[in-house]
């Protein structure tokens, strides 16, 4: 069964920095486009970034373009997500999830991580 | 990138069919057979129901279906069952790179 565990969140204060990270296991890592989809307390599902298997296409939201970056380790089975300038609209459950497709362009995403919760607040 | 329209509430009684519409533009939704649907229960995560507007992963009950007509996508629920109540959530690709939008939610009530 796929897994997908998500870690590095936490509570931080507006404008600095946290990376979050995504640990996959029982699939090729390296066949799939992943994502990170991010929900806000008691609101609807927002994508947020994502990358293609070899990291040759990448794409953001509008609302965090500039201050994420989003990344991937084939060999270590991971993706990541880079946050600077947090901003208190940030604070969500981000989840990670595998795409159905190598591209990125299906935007079907078949598994999801249980989700790390970051908190921007003072 | 505008999120995609979707009624905020629909119910049904048991046994009843249900539909939810999901409205884009030709950018989005009515562009690309990429729309998918997904349920969501209170504290899980997410759950794809339906990809390539109106194709079933393996495991899901083909009580769920899903259709397109130009701007809209449809998700039509047949059959109503309690443990169908949960929130619903439509998506679409659409850019030529990856981009991806997701409707507002409806949330299903089963009465």
């Known amino acids: 069964e796929v897994h997908l565990v998500e870690s590095g969140g936490g509570l931080v204060q507006p404008g600095r920095s946290l990376r979050l990270s995504c640990a996959a296991s029982?699939?090729?890592?390296?066949?799939?486009?992943m994502h990170w989809v991010r929900q806000a307390p008691g609101k609807g599902l927002e994508w947020v970034s994502g990358?293609?298997?070899?990291?040759?296409?990448?794409g953001y939201a509008d609302s965090v373009k500039g201050r994420f970056t989003i990344s991937r380790d084939n060999a270590k089975n991971s993706l990541y997500l880079q946050m600077n300038s947090l901003r208190a609209e940030d604070t969500a459950l981000y989840y990670c999830?595998?795409?159905?497709?190598?591209?990125?362009?299906?935007?079907?995403?078949?598994?999801w991580g249980q989700g790390t919760l970051v908190t921007v607040s003072s | 990138q505008s999120a995609l329209t979707q009624p905020a509430s629909v119910s049904g009684s048991p046994g009843q069919s249900i539909t939810i519409s999901c409205t884009g533009t030709?950018?989005?939704?009515?562009?690309?057979?990429?729309v998918s649907w997904y349920q969501q229960h209170p504290g899980k995560a997410p759950k794809l129901m339906i990809y390539?507007?109106?194709y079933r992963p393996s495991g899901v009950s083909n009580r769920f279906s899903g259709s397109k007509s130009g701007n809209t996508a449809s998700l039509t629920i047949s059959g109503l069952q309690a443990e169908d109540e949960a929130d619903y959530y439509c998506?679409?690709?659409?850019?030529?790179?990856?981009?991806?939008?997701f409707g507002g939610g409806t949330k299903l009530t089963v009465l």
């Open positions: 029982e699939f090729t890592f390296d066949d799939y486009a």
């Open positions: 999830s595998k795409d159905m497709g190598g591209y990125g362009d299906t935007g079907a995403f078949d598994y």
């Open positions: 390539d507007v109106s």
């Open positions: 990358i293609s298997w070899n990291s040759g296409s990448i």
């Open positions: 030709s950018s989005d939704v009515g562009g690309y057979k990429y």
């Open positions: 998506s679409s690709y659409t850019s030529s790179r990856i981009l991806v939008v």
